[in-house]
């Protein structure tokens, strides 16, 4: 039961009255418990929160934030967490901050937007996304997942989340069962403002307005349908987190991939000019790569179910391209074991002829992987060369020391390059790249060029004496590429 106002002092003067007011006012959380007490049902308490009837054609479900209401809390991240049964270092819902001049700050509560676009369905290589098509709730399905986390990357707002216990990826789905029952989701009934509700937009509308949240990722890649209204935010609004320099992570076995199998077409594409022992060591350095990949996965068996994703997915062609360029080493390598037969020649010929330009291919495809998640330091124009000068120095280590030097001068040039927006006076990806391999990543930055210059005296020595050190210095310069990149999300708040 809540407690009566207390009554009037006798001869109470104006100091006396404006005490006994303090003493009644209540704060958000109090009200909020004190509507629970109250015995009304617990739907009645919420219904004004959600839409009275479900979409119509051209309309979804989507989320609205009132900022002047929003106070930090986190109460909808914990209601999100508990409600959903989340892992202890799991969340689909975040509180960040957004900063500008004069002293302006923002509290921000953001998860899923359930865009009209949604990367994450399109990136996905397996079709574990759906975009309802009565709802347009983008729901993530658990049992298609195969854990390759490529829609963490292709999402701009960092949404979906990898649930390490489970080895699949997971997101926010706007409760939607409990929104089919006139239920509203978790965060909007633990918000003590009701800063979040659910209403209904018009797709249409939104396709012209595109606009959204000043200081958050571009909405003009998957058109958010979050709605953030009740305060004007500066058009200069930055993210609170902006500028820290946290490295992102490593993702290891996907730098084993890229280097080890860019390195085995570059050792297999020279021994078409060298021996039967280069296409040997080639083969084998290449299928070490194929198989780490697989060590990125959560769910490696479900893999084969790749093809789902062709349309849209260059993971999924990235996948496709590779398994059809797989037997080229194999056929390199095991060629001159085979008993003759009369097409034999023809074989070897038709090998030969196709291998260069297949592997290259394939390598376009990895390249296309990193730029399509629209990531500034993973675009086609950064990643292709550095991808490509990988496998141009493991032909030419085989083939001709002068000209591997020329491929290791090229690759010193590029690393050169990226280091030089450190002089910008305006933050930038680019900067913030270059501020991470000269700050946290200094030692693997200082790696990279001492492994690359070594290799040019040792591969006048010998190919194999240097070949160590090339994939020491292209794993260095893989690890820079995953843990430097400024990954694109929802505003953050001060660690």
């Not at 290259?360 to 730029?371: C, E, L, V």
């Not at 200094?442 to 006048?460: E, G, K, M, Q």
Request: net charge neutral; aromatic share 8%; glycine share 6%.
């Amino acid at each position: 039961m809540v407690s009566p106002p207390p009554a009037p002092f006798p001869n109470e003067n104006l100091v006396d009255k404006l005490l006994r007011e303090q003493s009644t006012l209540q704060t958000p959380v109090a009200r909020f418990s004190e509507e629970h007490d109250r015995g009304t049902t617990r739907t009645d308490l919420f219904k004004h929160l959600i839409p009275f009837d479900r979409p119509r054609e051209g309309e979804q479900y989507a989320f609205q934030v009132e900022l002047d209401k929003c106070t930090g809390c986190k109460a909808c991240v914990v209601a999100c967490h508990t409600l959903n049964g989340l892992d202890e270092d799991e969340a689909w819902r975040d509180v960040g901050l957004l900063e500008a001049g004069n002293g302006f700050q923002q509290t921000v509560t953001s998860a899923c937007h359930h865009c009209l676009d949604p990367e994450c369905l399109t990136g996905c290589p397996v079709g574990a996304y759906e975009k309802e098509e009565d709802t347009g709730i983008v729901r993530h399905l658990d049992d298609q997942c195969i854990g390759c986390e490529y829609c963490i990357l292709k999402c701009p707002y960092d949404v979906p989340k990898y649930s390490h216990k489970r080895g699949i990826v997971r997101k926010c789905d706007m409760c939607h069962q409990r929104l089919a029952d006139g239920e509203a989701p978790a965060c909007v009934q633990a918000c003590p403002t009701e800063a979040i509700s659910i209403i209904k937009i018009d797709t249409a509308a939104l396709r012209k307005e595109n606009n959204f949240l000043p200081g958050a990722p571009t909405p003009a890649i998957t058109s958010p349908t979050t709605r953030y209204v009740g305060r004007n935010v500066p058009a200069n609004a930055t993210p609170a987190d902006q500028t820290q320099l946290v490295p992102q992570p490593a993702h290891w076995p996907l730098a084993l991939m890229l280097v080890f199998t860019q390195i085995g077409l570059g050792i297999s594409a020279a021994s078409l000019f060298s021996s039967t022992t280069d296409a040997i060591v080639g083969f084998l350095i290449f299928n070490a790569g194929m198989i780490a990949a697989t060590l990125h996965l959560g769910k490696p068996l479900k893999a084969w179910r790749f093809f789902l994703g062709l349309k849209t997915s260059w993971l999924s062609r990235e996948i496709l391209a590779f398994s059809l360029i797989a037997p080229i080493p194999l056929i390199l390598a095991g060629f001159p074991f085979l008993p003759d037969f009369p097409l034999k020649s023809l074989l070897l010929t038709a090998t030969k002829w196709s291998a260069i330009p297949a592997f290259i291919s394939a390598i376009f495809t990895s390249a296309m992987i990193y730029h399509d998640t629209r990531r500034s330091n993973w675009h086609l124009a950064k990643s292709l060369p550095a991808f490509l000068l990988t496998f141009t120095s493991a032909v030419t280590l085989f083939v001709n020391p002068v000209l591997f030097t020329l491929s290791a001068l090229a690759l010193i040039a590029l690393e050169i390059s990226l280091l030089l927006p450190t002089r910008q006076p305006d933050w930038s990806p680019a900067q913030h790249s270059a501020k991470l391999r000269l700050g946290p990543l200094n030692r693997v930055t200082r790696t990279r060029f001492f492994t690359l210059a070594l290799s040019i005296p040792l591969s006048f020595i010998s190919p194999w004496l240097a070949l160590p050190v090339l994939l020491t210095t292209e794993l260095s310069s893989r690890h820079l590429f995953f843990r430097t990149v400024q990954a694109p999300k929802m505003p953050g708040g001060l660690n």
